[in-house]
T-cell receptor, first 114, second 111 residues
Framework: DGGITQSPKYLFRKEGQNVTLSCEQN?????MYWYRQDPGQGLRLIYY???????QKGDIAEGYSVSREKKESFPLTVTSAQKNPTAFYLC?????????????FGPGTRLTVL | QQQVKQSPQSLIVQKGGIPIINCAYE??????FPWYQQFPGKGPALLIA?????SEKKEGRFTISFNKSAKQFSLHIMDSQPGDSATYFC??????????FGGGTRLMVKP
């Protein structure tokens, strides 16, 4: 089965702790993305990667970090510097960066800060 | 301006009705306008998309209408069914493959 997997589905974190969300794809896609979803605000772009070993900040990158060491993996770390991290986090990928390339989404990780 | 404004925030229709969701944008550099459907606890999935050189696109019961001069586009769902109950997002693409999303519309179709 080809697709995008995110783990864990639910994650609880204490204030002041860093936490890493996993995103893996076996679609052989070059581009990958992280979005944050809050009620009534749609999806907001955190980071994106056009190709392995490259990534850029999106609209709300403060308090987050990413790496792209392998084509199939794009983990997101939510650091203690993120002021309001409780949200639903979505990972996506597309075959490429240029052109009209559909973004495919994973099932999401719901992060709750206690 | 990167903003995409979506309305209404929520919508309730009876089965067989035609819900209409509207989106407006300011950035004339947007060149691709997809709609995504999201069920609770799941990631969004592409439903239908349109380019600005086309005024209407239909796929099954879903139709996008696009008004380039007004910088508005809308989604119509014909003969809506309870299984269409979901959250719908419009989006717009500018540079590369970056999407700017609207705030979402939660649709409920009553049996």
């Amino acid at each position: 089965d080809g697709g995008i997997t995110q783990s864990p589905k639910y994650l609880f974190r204490k204030e002041g702790q860093n936490v890493t969300l996993s995103c893996e794809q076996n679609l052989n896609h070059d581009a990958m993305y992280w979005y944050r979803q809050d009620p009534g605000q749609g999806l907001r772009l955190i980071y994106y990667s056009q190709i392995v070993n490259d990534f850029q900040k999106g609209d709300i990158a403060e308090g987050y970090s990413v790496s792209r060491e392998k084509k199939e993996s794009f983990p997101l770390t939510v650091t203690s510097a993120q002021k309001n991290p409780t949200a639903f986090y979505l990972c996506a990928s597309s075959i490429g960066w240029g052109g009209y390339n559909e973004q495919f989404f994973g099932p999401g990780t719901r992060l709750t800060v206690l | 301006q990167q903003q995409v404004k979506q309305s209404p925030q929520s919508l309730i229709v009876q089965k067989g009705g035609i819900p209409i969701i509207n989106c407006a944008y300011e950035n004339t550099a947007f060149d691709y306008f997809p709609w995504y459907q999201q069920f609770p606890g799941k990631g969004p999935a592409l439903l239908i998309a349109i380019r600005p050189d086309v005024s209407e696109k239909k796929e099954g019961r879903f139709t996008i209408s696009f008004n380039k001069s007004a910088k508005q586009f809308s989604l119509h769902i014909m003969d809506s069914q309870p299984g269409d109950s979901a959250t719908y997002f419009c989006a717009a693409r500018a540079a590369g493959n970056m999407l700017t999303f609207g705030g979402g519309t939660r649709l409920m179709v009553k049996p």
